[in-house]
């Protein structure tokens, strides 16, 4: 099987949301970008704290997006 990791690269503009892939967890592929916060049209910057959640046979992921005024959670189903 695989483990998932998810997160972002860069610290300082946190504007793409990864996954990392392991089968051992030692050794990690490349990092994938599957969310670019240029793709939401109220997101202004830095994206932080993905979570992955399987509910009912699906996966949740939400994660929390920058906005001046206030917080947003943003989140994604996925199928299985």
Do not use: M
Not at 29 to 44: L, N, R
Not at 58 to 75: A, E, H, Q, T
């Amino acid at each position: 099987g695989w483990y998932y990791l998810y997160g972002t690269v860069n610290e300082d503009t946190a504007r793409e949301l990864y996954v990392f892939k392991s089968r051992d967890l030692c050794n990690w592929e490349e990092p994938q970008a599957i969310f670019d916060i240029a793709d939401v049209s109220w997101a202004e910057k830095d994206l932080w704290a993905p979570e992955l959640h399987v509910y009912q046979g699906k996966y949740y992921l939400f994660v929390s997006i920058f906005l001046p005024i206030l917080l947003r959670l943003f989140d994604w189903v996925f199928e299985h």
